[in-house]
């Protein structure tokens, strides 16, 4: 079994900074990409940024120069740094790891639980 596991979100005012954590954990073999995606009243789930096991990070136009992705692939955790943060911003944010598992032999998408965080004053 894989877990996935979303940490840090809240209660923040315009033009502040959250960080947001998430770590897969359980029968991993090995992990690619790892992202973000957050989902609004109302709307779709949409994608806010990934990270490659090598590091290469994509950013959704909306983010960028405010956000950033990192990861620790030792702990098997991705990193969220918001800054900057607007109204807009408010949604729940969902993890995403992109895994084998252990006596498997095909990667595949596991989803955390969400954490929410609304930027308001």
């Known amino acids: 079994q894989v877990q996935v596991v979303e940490s840090g979100g809240g209660l923040v005012q315009p033009g502040g900074s959250l960080r947001l954590s998430c770590a897969a954990s359980?029968?991993?073999?090995?992990?690619?990409?790892m992202g973000w995606y957050r989902q609004a009243p109302g709307k779709e789930r949409e994608l806010v940024a990934t990270?490659?096991?090598?590091?290469?990070?994509n950013y959704a136009d909306s983010v960028k120069g405010r956000f950033t992705i990192s990861r620790d692939n030792d702990k098997n955790t991705v990193y969220l740094q918001m800054n900057s943060l607007k109204p807009e911003d408010t949604a729940v944010y969902y993890c995403?790891?992109?895994?084998?598992?252990?006596?498997?032999?095909?990667?595949?998408?596991?989803w955390g639980q969400g954490t929410q965080v609304t930027v308001s004053s």
């Open positions: 995403n790891a992109f895994l084998m598992e252990r006596r498997s032999s095909y990667y595949q998408g596991y």
């Open positions: 359980g029968s991993i073999f090995s992990i690619n990409a």
């Open positions: 990270i490659t096991s090598g590091g290469s990070t």
